[in-house]
């Protein structure tokens, strides 16, 4: 599948986010009780050489999947916390835009193995300072700090009124070889930053050298079948190959943490994207959930699975959430904007639209989605001016033999599909056989869907809730399709 709305999404310099988006009605909400919710920004990085920012920003990630687990605590996802990396904001400004009363930031120097750590939460209405402290150690002894931090963060929010008890809170990576801590976090530093080739093939490489140094080091083993998902997904590498070795490197970072939740979630997507086995995604989902209730993954890969299962109304609960959480990742918004769409939701899906493009001008698969909800409503010249905006070749030209051939130009609407099929051919085969099922042509359309089926596209499943597909939901292959996907009819 030419990936329309990629799980991991490319991060950009965000706008302001607006604070009150009208469709997230049913958002995790922290407001009612003030302490319950914070944003852990990336730790500032004031070694000499400027060259620790995959350590900074380690120690902050490491931070807020910590943090994720304490049920009832709202916790900002990485992707938008990490927006304000170098900005120097008020940190007023940083609530206001993230929605969260409390912010954890600090900063790393370090000097060979000596590094000190500063760390500071700070209430973010009025700037008042809750808790801060200083820590010198040695590279051995970060995980301790780690936990020391994440522990004060917790007490100071007072979390025993949440239920958490005052347990601490440890994380996952005791006991691990600190030169393999040091490679995972350079890992983790590439596969956060971007979906190419080149970056993808850094980080797997870099899970690598963690793992040959620690054999043992679960997170390590999750995040290199995260990144082979990925990889996968996008087409960098053969995907049943990619797969296979995303599910066994996931399977082992369970059996040696059956408590970390990166490596459920790594074998969810798996189970979702390639074996298409819902009942085992639940089960691992459900795990991920248990073990960090406030991790925006697990609310966002949840949905996706509601939505192929065709509990939309779920599912668009379950991304509104995750929206809260994520607020200015502009794919938030861009997967919100298609769940709304396929609800008949149009106006919401409009103005999740303007959302992810106030975010991020250059948003790849909102214009193409946005074009395809006004070809649905019947108001296929709007459809084609919208189209006509989207970046990406493969969704234009998707867009634009839909949009054609709802204006009756076919002519126009063939040499699009015609051009679609020469330059995208097997990799496109889910869109090729959505453009024939809009366009009537069922025989041509089951023929690209079986081979989509063929190679486990991990679009396919999305014929389920596609409103393009309607014209397919009568025909027999059509059942005998979602049977062989293991589809509820």
């Excluded at 938008?80 to 790393?108: P, Y």
């Excluded at 008042?128 to 301790?144: A, H, N, V």
């Excluded at 963690?210 to 997170?219: M, V």
């Excluded at 493009?357 to 459809?383: F, R, S």
């Amino acid at each position: 599948m030419l990936a329309v709305l990629p799980i991991l999404a490319v991060l950009a310099a965000a706008a302001i986010a607006r604070q009150h988006f009208r469709v997230a009605r049913n958002r995790v909400d922290a407001t009612s009780s003030k302490n319950t919710s914070i944003a852990v920004l990336p730790f500032a990085d004031m070694s000499a050489a400027k060259d620790q920012e995959y350590f900074s920003d380690g120690l902050a990630e490491q931070l807020i999947n910590d943090l994720a687990k304490i049920s009832g605590l709202k916790v900002v996802g990485r992707s938008s916390a990490f927006q304000f990396e170098g900005r120097n904001e008020d940190v007023r400004e940083v609530g206001r835009k993230l929605g969260v009363a409390n912010v954890l930031e600090g900063s790393v120097r370090r000097d060979g193995n000596h590094v000190r750590i500063t760390a500071e939460l700070i209430k973010a209405d009025d700037g008042f300072q809750l808790w801060s402290q200083t820590y010198d150690r040695e590279i051995k002894d970060i995980f301790g700090v780690e936990d020391e931090i994440a522990q004060a963060a917790t007490e100071a929010l007072q979390l025993k009124l949440l239920g958490g008890n005052g347990r601490p809170v440890a994380s996952n990576l005791r006991g691990t070889n600190p030169e393999a801590y040091q490679a995972y976090l350079q890992a983790q530093y590439f596969s956060g930053w971007g979906q190419s080739k080149k970056e993808l093939g850094k980080a797997l490489a870099y899970t690598d050298q963690a793992i040959k140094l620690d054999e043992k080091f679960a997170s390590a083993w999750a995040l290199r079948s995260s990144v082979q998902n990925e990889m996968a997904e996008y087409g960098l590498i053969d995907s049943t190959e990619g797969y296979r070795m995303a599910r066994d490197n996931a399977e082992r970072a369970i059996a040696l943490d059956p408590a970390l939740a990166s490596a459920y979630l790594a074998l969810a997507n798996t189970q979702i994207d390639y074996d298409w086995d819902w009942d085992a995604a639940n089960i691992s989902l459900t795990k991920a959930a248990s073990l960090e209730p406030g991790n925006v993954e697990v609310f966002r890969l949840r949905s996706h699975l509601s939505r192929i299962l065709g509990n939309l109304d779920q599912a668009t609960r379950l991304y509104e959430q995750a929206v809260a959480l994520d607020p200015l990742r502009p794919n938030s918004y861009s997967g919100l904007e298609y769940l709304l769409y396929v609800g008949g939701r149009y106006e919401d899906a409009q103005a999740a639209l303007q959302k992810a493009l106030d975010l991020n001008p250059q948003a790849t698969y909102v214009h193409l989605t946005m074009g395809e909800a006004l070809i649905v409503e019947g108001k296929p010249q709007q459809a084609l001016a919208e189209i006509e905006k989207e970046p990406i070749e493969w969704g234009k030209l998707t867009g634009q033999a839909l949009a054609y051939h709802a204006l009756g130009r076919e002519q126009d609407s063939n040499a699009a599909l015609a051009s679609l099929i020469e330059k995208y051919g097997p990799a496109g085969a889910f869109q090729i056989g959505q453009v024939y099922a809009y366009r009537g042509e069922a025989d041509r359309s089951f023929e690209w869907l079986e081979r989509a089926y063929k190679q486990r596209d991990p679009g396919l499943p999305e014929i389920k809730t596609d409103p393009l597909f309607k014209n397919l939901r009568r025909h027999p292959g059509y059942a005998e399709l979602l049977k062989k996907m293991r589809l509820p009819a």
